[in-house]
């Protein structure tokens, strides 16, 4: 019933957009203004399938005029050449699109960030010339006077109108089913903080392939509907660079990773050009170029993330919604202060444990930079082992290792005595191996339950993820912050909300990267209480610290590295008094103070 209604809830608003929008449009007689209405949703619809991609994942596309060209040339050359009708073709341009979606996705993901939005825009250039070369270079789809109908064409403009607004609300409807599921949930992660997504289990190239595949299925699938529409597909006019800003443009203006920002984007954008073309286009033509360019300095200046996100702030704050204020601060270190001071007892574990992870022999250079060298040590089960070492001494990189994220040159990896040495981090998450990271990157609009949700991947539906993550949560003290958005948190909190994303996948192992960085003394003391009662759980820790004071009081035993190699292992006492570790690490003044 309740998820009944939430569906609803979820749907309901794109329904009564679309079928507002059909409603208004049948009044309008004027074929020009017909054709602008057919377009509007035309470009939202490709600018949701770049959103699909590049909104949601964070992979900025420069070349989605690719499929588009694509599936505009299918449903043309099926037509002009077998006689195949645009009902059958742009179904195949979908498939097409799709197809070209995973072929470029193949070698395009091993780019990152700028290097794969560049590599995007190639794509379609290359597209447009072998076009060219083929001969294309106007493709004219013939006009059927008899049962036009069955060709997909109406001698009403409005039947077309209605054709874009059903593939609108189905493509709408399929995005909102998308933003509300454990896949959206996963892309959410990726744009997030790729790595992580790793580290929390998502197999985050098979994903992002899934996700160009689909984004290209959709952008083919309206490339051929724009066919039909214009009857006439030429290569600059679907492989231009204007063709991939539209997408792109629409989306960043309406708002990025939004099902509404498209919409809102098309809306306002589409008319506007064809307007200023109308009126203008004789004498200064490419006008509609013009406008997208200032949209976008427009956008950036008034509204970095978009209109739909600027209107969802401004109404957001007028309902006095709780602000970005300290008191939010304030209320969730109060939660973890709390869980710090009745933390479970536990006993440090001694050397009778059986080992749960082990590193043999592991090495890793970088060219010439030994950053790892034959280190060998054990975690046993339950325990809290810390990793120190001066700056470059390798404890990231050793982290890496462990975790699958750098393949070691030589040596292995034993988890419960099984070889994982080079399993993706993914698959040694699902095998039990949590990690957070340095540097932690939240959603800051959304809620601190939905970021921490990005860690459930193993929940098979929604609401378990959302279980887990709420239970993670209440693990780590911030119970109370299930519904405040993340952008209002304090450090701490924002440590902590990290900490229950690496718990809400379930791990038997958690890896600490620094997790104390840039905290303050009240702080540390507060998340010592949280890693000490995590530990007591039953959960084994092994952490990365430059904060001695903190760890001397946390961790059942020590492995020092320098320059690569295990300098040290021991005790807390014996570690901090050993002479190498003082020269090398701790400095005189360590020892000067631990004598005090
Ligand atoms: N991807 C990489 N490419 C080249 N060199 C690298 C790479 N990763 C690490 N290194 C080098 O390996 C060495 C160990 O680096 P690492 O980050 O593991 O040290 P660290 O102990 O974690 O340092 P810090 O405490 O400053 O975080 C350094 O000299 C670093 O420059």
Not at 20 to 34: D, I, K, R
Not at 360 to 373: C, Y
Request: proline content about 4%; aromatic content about 8%; glycine content about 12%.
């Amino acid at each position: 019933m309740f998820r009944a209604l939430s569906r609803a809830r979820m749907i309901l608003p794109v329904v009564a957009f679309c079928v507002a929008y059909a409603v208004l449009a049948m009044f309008v007689t004027n074929s020009y203004h017909q054709l602008t209405l057919t377009l509007v949703a035309v470009w939202a619809i490709f600018g949701l399938s770049w959103n699909l991609l590049s909104g949601m994942t964070g992979l900025i596309s420069f070349g989605h005029a690719a499929f588009f060209g694509l599936g505009a040339y299918t449903v043309a050359l099926l037509f002009v050449k077998l006689g195949l009708t645009p009902w059958a073709g742009i179904p195949v341009a979908a498939v097409l699109g799709g197809l070209a979606g995973l072929l470029i996705g193949l070698p395009t993901f091993r780019l990152r960030g700028h290097y794969f939005a560049l590599a995007m825009l190639a794509y379609p250039l290359a597209l447009l010339n072998v076009f060219l070369w083929l001969g294309h270079q106007e493709v004219s789809l013939p006009l059927i006077r008899e049962r036009g109908w069955a060709y997909m064409q109406f001698t009403d403009q409005r039947v077309y109108i209605l054709l874009a607004i059903g593939l609108l609300l189905a493509t709408m409807i399929a995005m909102r089913v998308v933003e509300r599921s454990r896949y959206g949930l996963a892309l959410t992660a990726i744009k997030q903080n790729e790595a992580a997504a790793e580290a929390v289990g998502i197999d985050t190239r098979r994903l992002k392939l899934i996700t160009i595949t689909a984004s290209g299925a959709v952008a083919g699938m309206i490339g051929g509907f724009h066919a039909v529409i214009l009857l006439v597909v030429t290569p600059e006019a679907v492989f231009g660079m204007l063709i991939s800003a539209q997408a792109l443009t629409v989306a960043m203006f309406g708002g990025v990773g939004t099902v509404w920002g498209p919409v809102i984007g098309a809306v306002v954008l589409i008319p506007l050009g064809e307007t200023l073309h109308a009126q203008f286009g004789a004498v200064l033509p490419g006008i509609q170029g013009v406008v997208f360019g200032v949209a976008i300095v427009a956008v950036i200046l008034l509204a970095p993330e978009g209109v739909y996100w600027k209107v969802a702030d401004l109404l957001r704050n007028r309902r006095g919604t709780r602000a970005a204020t300290p008191a939010a601060a304030v209320t969730a270190s109060a939660g973890t202060v709390a869980l710090g001071e009745h933390a479970p007892a536990r006993t440090p574990v001694g050397p009778g444990a059986p080992a749960i992870l082990q590193a043999e022999g592991v090495s890793r250079a970088f060219g010439g930079v030994k950053a790892v060298q034959e280190v060998s040590f054990s975690v046993r089960q339950g325990e809290i082992l810390g990793i120190i070492g001066p700056n470059g001494a390798g404890k990231t990189t050793l982290f890496n290792l462990l975790n699958g994220f750098v393949r070691p040159d030589a040596g292995r990896v034993l988890l419960d005595g099984r070889d994982v040495t080079g399993l993706p981090p993914n698959r040694l998450c699902r095998l039990g191996v949590g990690r957070t990271f340095q540097v932690v990157r939240p959603f800051a609009r959304m809620s601190v339950a939905d970021n921490v949700m990005s860690g459930a991947q193993a929940a098979d539906s929604i609401d378990e993820a959302r279980a887990l993550a709420r239970a993670a949560m209440e693990r780590v003290g911030l119970g109370g912050l299930i519904d405040e958005r993340a952008g209002t948190l304090s450090n701490l909190d924002l440590r902590l909300m990290e900490l229950a994303r690496a718990l809400a996948g379930g791990p038997r192992l958690l890896l600490l990267d620094e997790t104390f960085a840039g905290l303050g003394g009240p702080e540390v003391e507060k998340l010592l209480g949280v890693i000490r009662g995590i530990a007591a759980e039953g959960v084994t820790v092994v952490i990365i610290e430059h904060t001695l004071h903190a760890m001397v009081r946390l961790v059942d035993r020590f492995v020092v590295l320098d320059h690569g190699a295990v300098l040290a292992e021991g005790l807390p006492e014996e570690v901090t008094a050993n002479p190498a570790v003082i020269e090398a690490y701790l400095g005189s003044k360590w020892s000067a103070r631990a004598g005090d």
